[in-house]
Nanobody, 123 residues
Framework: QVQLVESGGGLVQTGGSLRLSCVAS????????MGWFRQAPGKEREFVAA????????YCADSVKGRFTISRGNADNTVYLQMNSLKPEDTAVYYC????????????????WGQGTQVTVSS
């Protein structure tokens, strides 16, 4: 089992940047495929980005492609989400997730979830 703790959220103006971090503890971090999701008020949780165990494969949702980048540091048990050119519609609670079943999970099927970090983008 793995425990996930997100950080790095906050309030930023339109066009600004934030870097989210998710630190994992428990089992060996490199055995998990990782992902980021978000949930805005009144909306369902949606996929944002995914990264394989090795970090060689990444994928971002069309809504954030070109603005967000997912990466990981297996040596420090951390997955990152670099968010640039933020828009008000990016406002949400952002969650990281871990999948122990496959080397790359993509958009669904994650086994473990963090508690989330709030990102608010003001217009």
């Amino acid at each position: 089992q793995v425990q996930l703790v997100e950080s790095g959220g906050g309030l930023v103006q339109t066009g600004g940047s934030l870097r989210l971090s998710c630190v994992a503890s428990g089992r060996t971090f490199s055995t998990y495929a990782m992902g980021w999701f978000r949930q805005a008020p009144g909306k369902e949780r949606e996929f944002v980005a995914a990264i394989s165990r090795s970090g060689l494969t990444t994928y971002c949702a069309d809504s954030v492609k070109g603005r967000f980048t997912i990466s990981r540091g297996n040596a420090d048990n951390t997955v990152y989400l670099q968010m640039n050119s933020l828009k008000p519609e990016d406002t949400a609670v952002y969650y990281c997730a871990a999948d122990e079943k496959s080397s790359y999970a993509g958009t669904s099927g994650y086994d473990y979830w963090g508690q989330g970090t709030q990102v608010t983008v003001s217009s």
